[in-house]
T-cell receptor
């Protein structure tokens, strides 16, 4: 069984400030972890993914995330927020390569607002 | 890269009518596709797994007779909301799994906004 907890349903930062979106997971098998972004009335776009290779993962638009097994965390960061980063962000988990059935379990999402 | 499309992007219908939503994998084949439902300001909830050539697998609590899924080909899955009611109004998103450099990944469609009057 898997689950994802995103701490903070809403995060507000100033333009140029650090973005930190938190994600903790629970998985009975080694997981694959994903961060997706969703703009209003659109589908999901993959930001980055962890698939048991490097624990520090770099994604698109300057985002990165670090897999920490000891903390069961996969927090998303960006050094400097842009106005265009304002969106909903979802963390998701799926069983890794062994026994993967592709099913994603999503967190509840974090709405990021960026203030000028 | 892999692209998944959905049609229509939005639909408004009267209560009691049925609505069909299409999900297509444009440049790859998908023996499995997933259908999600998303209520405003909430996360995606998996409704069912669509399997090409066989019956769909529904998640607990999802009415099979209400949400009919057909996966007729390796590039097309359809979701039909039968006898729609206002409470069925939602954002429906499909996804199809593929591989990128050998790793599992799901590719999402842009979503379909259903409004039932």
């Amino acid at each position: 069984a898997q689950s994802v907890t995103q701490l903070g349903s809403h995060v507000s930062v100033s333009e140029g400030a650090l973005v930190l979106l938190r994600c903790n997971y629970s998985s009975s098998v080694p997981p694959y972890l994903f961060w997706y972004v969703q703009y209003p009335n659109q589908g999901l776009q993959l930001l980055l993914k962890y698939t048991s290779a490097a624990t520090l993962v770099k994604g698109i638009n300057g985002f990165e995330a670090e897999f920490k097994k000891s903390e069961t965390s996969f927090h998303l960061t960006k050094p400097s927020a842009h106005m265009s980063d304002a969106a909903e962000y979802f963390c998701a988990v799926t069983p890794g390569a062994a026994g993967s059935n592709y099913k994603l379990t999503f967190g509840k999402g974090t709405l990021l607002t960026v203030n000028p | 890269g892999a692209v998944v499309s959905q049609h229509p992007s939005w639909v408004i219908c009267k209560s009691g009518t049925s609505v069909k939503i299409e999900c297509r994998s444009l440049d790859f084949q998908a023996t499995t596709m997933f259908w999600y439902r998303q209520f405003p300001k909430q996360s995606l909830m998996l409704m069912a797994t669509s399997n090409e050539g066989s019956k769909a697998t529904y998640e607990q609590g999802v009415e099979k007779d209400k949400f009919l899924i057909n996966h007729a080909s390796l590039t097309l899955s359809t979701l039909t909301v039968t006898s729609a009611h206002p409470e069925d109004s939602s954002f429906y998103i499909c996804s199809a799994p593929g591989t990128t450099r050998g790793y599992n990944e799901q590719f999402f469609g842009p979503g379909t906004r259903l409004t039932v009057l």
